[in-house]
């Protein structure tokens, strides 16, 4: 599996739909200062679940979508999508790529989609369970990752490694069962 393409449009710097498309193996991202680097990682934060606007660097849920600017009214909405590739089945799922969707308007709630079909949260998150993609999985190493696998704290030390073997799932599924 490797991430193919994001779109976004709406969030953040990107007033504009852009599309980045990357190759298999590493890419990286140059440009100047406030070039809008760092946004890109939270909007793939973003539409993998992110629920903490501190995680997203803002102050309230709506400083994701794109505040204006001297040339340009604000929008209303933002929307960004990630295309995996998904060949190798590394995603439980039947097909070779998948988009996961992530939009919201100025006045709501989040609207989620897999392979452009409306799905819960919940869905995105069972998706992406012990794959290393997730949310709170280590495919995203920020700052405070970092101090995470650091902590004296033995709990918040394992988590990533817990992502790593596999086992989110089955703990996710007890926890379920036991609140039933
Ligand atoms: P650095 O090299 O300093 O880390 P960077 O390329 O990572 O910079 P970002 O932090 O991604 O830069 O982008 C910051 C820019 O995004 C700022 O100019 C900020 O005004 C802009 N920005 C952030 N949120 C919004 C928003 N909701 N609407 C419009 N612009 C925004
Ligand atoms: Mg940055």
């Keep these: 599996m490797y991430l193919k393409q994001i779109e976004i449009v709406g969030f953040k710097s990107f007033a504009d739909k852009s599309k980045l498309v990357l190759a298999p193996g590493v890419t990286g991202v140059v440009g100047p200062n406030g070039s809008g680097k760092s946004n890109i990682a939270d909007a793939i934060r973003w539409v993998l679940g992110e ?12 400083d994701v979508i794109f505040a204006g600017s001297d040339m340009r009214k604000p929008t209303n909405l933002c929307e960004v999508s990630l295309v995996l590739d998904n060949e190798d089945r590394h995603l439980q799922v039947v ?11 100025r006045s709501g709630d989040s609207e989620y989609f897999i392979n452009r079909q409306p799905c819960r949260l919940k869905d995105i998150h069972e998706l992406f369970m012990d794959t290393g993609l997730g949310r709170e999985a280590y495919s995203i190493i920020g700052q405070g ?14 988590g990533p490694f817990e992502d790593a073997a596999g086992i989110v799932k089955f703990k996710h599924r007890r926890r379920e069962a036991e609140r039933k």
Aim: proline share 0%; aromatic share 6%; hydrophobic share 30%.
């Design 145 to 158: 990752k970092i101090e995470e696998m650091l902590s004296t704290r033995s709990e918040d030390r394992r």
């Design 51 to 62: 629920q903490s606007v501190k995680n997203l660097r803002g102050s309230k849920m709506e």
């Design 95 to 105: 097909f070779d790529e998948v988009t996961i969707t992530r939009r919201v308007f």
